[in-house]
């Protein structure tokens, strides 16, 4: 069992659409959760940053953790043409005394104008 | 404030040569990862040092990739001999990571390389 589980999609919303992006986790050490966005040919980019169970917001984008069910969630609400992107989800903790980020395999999504 | 720096972006090269990727982290930032990236794939951790000591190295192909970070800033990865499943783009990160816990990490644009 990978460490990080994520759909790799794609994933094809229109315009305006709400979307929905979703991690699993087996390892109950994970404290830091975080969503990155990678276009093509691009670096990963740090979108959200959360730190144990709870949301975040930022704009169009919500973060949720659920640390009881071991799942992460990525909201991005009027979702954008812009928005067509790889969505990496990572997190760290305290694995073999050491902080580890580990990603999952990314969902890709595209918005359709 | 200049992000995380690297070069070369591309590189082809043929089975069996060796190649280096350098990095220049963020300025502060203590903690630096190199990744690699397969098409298709996320990006799967290679070492991360803490300053100038490594953290984790324990998916690094040592027989073949070797890495050190210079005075506890600017990282050198290198693979000799490289094999055609090394192509792949290699991603270099930083975190402030002040506290001995993983902060933000932030990514360079990566160097992608094809190996013939």
């Known amino acids: 069992q990978k460490e990080v589980e994520q759909d790799p999609g794609p994933l094809s919303v229109p315009e305006g659409a709400i979307v929905s992006l979703n991690c699993t986790y087996s390892?109950?050490?994970?404290?830091?959760f975080m969503w990155y966005r990678q276009y093509s040919r691009k670096g990963p980019e740090l979108l959200m940053y959360?730190?144990?169970?709870g949301n975040k917001e930022d704009g169009r984008f919500t973060a949720q953790v659920d640390k009881s069910s071991k799942y992460i969630s990525l909201f991005i609400r009027d979702s954008q043409p812009s928005d067509s992107a790889t969505y990496l989800c990572?997190?760290?903790?305290?694995?073999?005394?050491?902080?580890?980020?580990?990603f999952g395999s990314g969902t890709r999504l595209l918005v359709r104008p | 404030e200049a992000g995380v720096a690297q070069s070369p972006r591309y590189k082809i090269i043929e089975k069996r040569q060796s190649v280096a990727f350098w990095c220049n982290p963020i300025s502060g930032h203590a903690t630096l990862y190199w990744y690699q990236q397969i098409l298709g794939q996320g990006p799967k951790l290679l070492i991360q040092?803490?300053?100038?000591?490594?953290?984790?190295d324990s998916q690094l192909p040592k027989d073949r990739f070797s890495a050190e970070r210079l005075k506890g800033v600017d990282s050198t990865l290198k693979i000799q001999p490289a094999k055609l499943e090394d192509s792949a783009v290699y991603l270099c990160?930083?975190?402030?990571?002040?506290?001995?816990?993983?902060?933000?990490?932030?990514f360079g644009q990566g160097t992608r390389l094809t190996v013939v």
């Open positions: 990572a997190m760290s903790g305290a694995v073999d005394s050491s902080y580890k980020l580990i």
């Open positions: 040092f803490q300053n100038n000591g490594v953290v984790d």
């Open positions: 990160a930083s975190s402030l990571d002040d506290r001995g816990q993983n902060t933000e990490a932030f």
């Open positions: 959360t730190y144990s169970s």
């Open positions: 390892n109950s050490a994970f404290q830091y």
